[in-house]
């Protein structure tokens, strides 16, 4: 398990990188996230879901929709798992725009 320290500061790292406009490095950063977090936390812990979305915006931000809806998904569902309607209500407006950008 990686110390939650560096959990924190990789997500702070993939936050700056996103307020940067550096959307590829933010994507590859984030998605580093989600993956350490689903694996030391479990898939429904408020951490991974907040990873997940930041990474569903990154996406989002590079219009590569395949990926965004893939972390939205995952957010939404670890959100559902936690009985979060916040979250479930942030990742499901983000899948929305996902579906708008892909003309749906």
Avoid at 77 to 90: F, K, L, T
Wanted: glycine share 10%.
């Amino acid at each position: 398990h990686p110390r939650p320290g560096v959990l924190h500061l990789l997500g702070v790292a993939a936050d700056a990188l996103f307020k940067q406009g550096r959307f590829q490095l933010a994507a590859t950063l984030s998605s580093r996230c989600v993956a350490v977090a689903e694996r030391a936390l479990g898939a429904s812990h408020l951490a991974t879901t907040n990873h997940a979305t930041r990474s569903g915006q990154v996406f989002l931000a590079l219009r590569q929709y395949s990926g965004a809806a893939a972390a939205l998904e995952k957010a939404l569902a670890g959100s559902r798992a936690r009985e979060d309607a916040g979250g479930v209500a942030n990742a499901a407006y983000l899948l929305a725009q996902v579906a708008v950008g892909q003309g749906e």
